[in-house]
């Protein structure tokens, strides 16, 4: 209203369009045989996603893959991020499962295996690009791969 902008859509619709067009999407190597192979497992697959955009928005980008997932969880929408252990209980406290049966998978050493690992979880680094771990951080009980598709070699 203050700058005198009109549209023709909701907002909903709007912010999922924006997301679109100010996000560089790439799926991970493998990702949807490693989901699929995941799911037959009957594994719940949570996705915890630091994001501005509400989770209607996350659900709208993940496109082809929303079948995989049992649950989106969007920080925006909870006030909390990763690293932070508050993000990650959510996730957690959407099933009932022993977190000795939880695998934590992320891509950022600092977000989502120091995050993780901080939730006394077992974390899954997909480092793709041989990024240098922070080794100021204190870190336990991680894997690191580089290909998605080790996780089905490890019969994950």
């Known amino acids: ?4 902008l009109s549209y023709d859509i909701s907002l909903e619709e709007l ?6 067009e ?20 009957n594994y719940k697959i949570v996705v915890l996603s630091n994001t501005c955009f509400s989770r209607k928005a996350i ?12 649950e989106v969880i969007a920080s925006s929408e909870f006030m909390v991020r990763k690293p932070y252990e508050a993000f990650f209980e959510l996730g957690i406290s959407k099933f009932d499962i022993s977190r000795d049966n939880i695998y934590y ?13 901080r939730a006394n979880l077992k974390s ?4 793709e690009n041989n990024k240098e771990k922070n080794n100021n951080l204190k870190v336990s009980n991680y894997i690191e791969i580089n290909d998605f598709i080790q996780l089905i070699e490890m019969d994950f």
């Open 22 to 41: 100010s996000c560089d999407i790439t799926k991970v190597n493998n990702v949807k045989e490693v989901l699929e192979h995941v799911k037959s497992k």
């Open 105 to 117: 998978i992320g891509n950022d050493y600092y977000f989502d295996i120091y995050g993780s690992s």
């Open 59 to 70: 659900v709208a980008m993940l496109d082809d893959l929303n079948q995989y997932f049992d």
């Open 15 to 20: 912010e999922v369009k924006f997301a679109f």
């Open 124 to 127: 899954v680094w997909l480092n």
């Open 1 to 4: 209203e203050t700058f005198n």
